[in-house]
């Protein structure tokens, strides 16, 4: 078969290649595995060879950066573009990667920035308004989505770090007010999101009339799979960017036409399925929604034990493992918070009474250090969207959205720890005076009632439909001047036995 020449002839070529690496990096020059590489990759794209392409590109691509551009850029788009007949959305795509290497590897000045996202913008308008005619892997398209947010949060970082920028570089930033715009950013998501007509295609699926899940997004028609696959994981995108502005239901609003609690596209690529999990869980957590988040990150804690050993060679595998840390530390805020043991696998159970089950017993006695420190840990690194004063004195504002973040959790954890004495009445009686339990908690009848309207609040909250939901494990009515548990055998009982 010509696929397998190809690969033959490719394998024959790489090993020459490294020896060709010159010590100074010339981005004209194109060493002949490069060349090799760009020429069977761009014919593998044409040809939409699915399986060569992800091969290519998750093994080849990162197996020339590892051994020739560890410290150093790819070759120039300008020196490749002859080798694929200067195909406009090929260099696109190729420079896509040189970026993304470079923001892996090395440190990219603002000039780079700045054309990192001028690349990003010529690509997506091809895209949305043209008329794209190939197959792409799904890792390819998600990493596409998923490197464009990074860079957009990276830039917010760094452009927030104005104490030690020069004159030049304050100029330059000037000048660059709408580059990496978050309206910018949300605006290309949200493009692809409905010009894939994305949300319709999963409304006809549930009515069983197409099989977009089923196929995990690729077209076996002869058709394109990029637009429709970008506009799914432009949805993920936009849950993300919400989650980093602090705007949780925005974000879940924008996720809900993804059904998390089935397998989904998100699935088939694991940097996706984590990152989905985690910002829905995150957003839930921050929204008061701790059964949702805990049932969220057990789901995804348990997917990643039982599948760890199959990632252990994937380029993503540090990251998965970091992500995977992270949300064993939103799981121990979660249950310290809403004790809801029962929704926890023993498996996932197990290894968080490993890694935190000391700091959730001092979470459980109200220790706030321990919550500042997994919520600093574990939290997504919140960005300040907005261009700053330049005719002010230069100052570091990277940290504002964290500070304000954490303050915010912090000050429900404080409204949290008012009710676990409560909570610990609650699961001893079944039936108390209102003046018995006052006595206890050494509070008058008014100031009871207001603690206990405020546990009704603060364990139930709205989910994305308006419906109110329940976070309790230990939940109450009162009859007249009686304390009732709801959860008890005394719930069960005819109503007149209660009067």
Not at 132 to 158: A, G, H, K, R, T
Not at 350 to 373: C, F, H, I, P
Request: with cysteine; net charge negative.
């Amino acid at each position: 078969m010509a696929y397998e020449s190809y690969g033959r002839d490719y394998e024959e070529t790489y090993d020459d290649g490294v020896e060709q690496q010159e010590s100074t990096y010339d981005p004209l020059f194109v060493p002949d595995a490069v060349r090799t590489f760009v020429v069977f990759l761009y014919r593998h794209i044409r040809e939409k060879n699915v399986y060569e392409i992800h091969q290519m590109y998750e093994g080849s691509f990162q197996k020339l950066s590892e051994r020739m551009f560890k410290e150093s850029p790819w070759p120039s788009v300008e020196a490749i573009a002859p080798f694929v007949d200067n195909d406009h959305v090929f260099c696109l795509l190729y420079r896509e990667m040189w970026f993304r290497h470079l923001y892996a590897r090395l440190s990219p000045n603002l000039k780079q920035r700045v054309e990192s996202w001028d690349n990003y913008c010529s690509l997506f308008q091809v895209i949305v308004h043209g008329v794209v005619n190939m197959q792409l892997p799904n890792q390819w398209l998600w990493d596409m989505i998923d490197e464009f947010i990074y860079q957009f949060q990276s830039f917010c970082q760094y452009r927030a770090k104005l104490r030690n920028k020069t004159d030049q570089e304050l100029a330059f930033l000037r000048e660059c007010d709408e580059v990496w715009n978050v309206y910018g950013v949300l605006n290309y998501l949200q493009a692809l999101v409905e010009k894939s007509m994305i949300i319709q295609i999963l409304e006809e699926e549930k009515e069983g009339n197409l099989t977009f899940t089923a196929t995990d997004g690729y077209d076996y028609n002869g058709g394109s799979n990029v637009l429709k696959v970008l506009g799914y994981f432009s949805i993920i995108g936009l849950l993300r960017v919400h989650c980093l502005l602090g705007d949780y239901y925005s974000g879940l609003k924008c996720l809900a036409p993804i059904d998390v609690n089935q397998t989904g596209v998100y699935n088939s690529v694991i940097g996706s399925h984590i990152t989905t999990i985690y910002y829905y869980g995150f957003a839930n957590l921050m929204l008061r929604r701790y059964v949702e988040a805990i049932r969220a990150f057990n789901q995804v804690l348990l997917y990643i034990i039982k599948t760890k050993q199959f990632h252990q060679k994937s380029p993503q595998f540090d990251q998965i493992l970091k992500k995977n840390e992270q949300m064993y530390a939103l799981l121990a805020i979660c249950l310290s918070i809403c004790p809801q043991m029962k929704l926890v696998e023993e498996n996932v159970n197990n290894q968080l009474k490993e890694k935190y089950g000391e700091k959730m017993t001092r979470m459980q006695r109200s220790d706030e250090a321990v919550y500042d420190e997994l919520f600093s840990y574990a939290c997504p690194k919140f960005i300040t969207p907005s261009v700053p004063n330049y005719d002010e004195p230069p100052v570091n504002y990277n940290q504002d959205a964290y500070r304000l973040q954490l303050k915010l959790f912090l000050s429900e954890v404080r409204q949290q720890q008012l009710l676990s004495g409560l909570r610990s009445f609650l699961k001893l009686y079944t039936s108390i005076s209102m003046e018995k339990l006052a006595n206890f908690m050494d509070v008058d009848e008014s100031t009871l009632r207001t603690t206990l309207m405020t546990y009704k609040h603060k364990t139930h909250a709205i989910d994305h439909d308006g419906r109110i939901i329940s976070n309790a494990d230990v939940d109450f009515y009162i009859d007249e001047f009686d304390f009732k548990n709801a959860f008890s055998k005394v719930f069960v009982r005819p109503l007149r036995e209660l009067i």
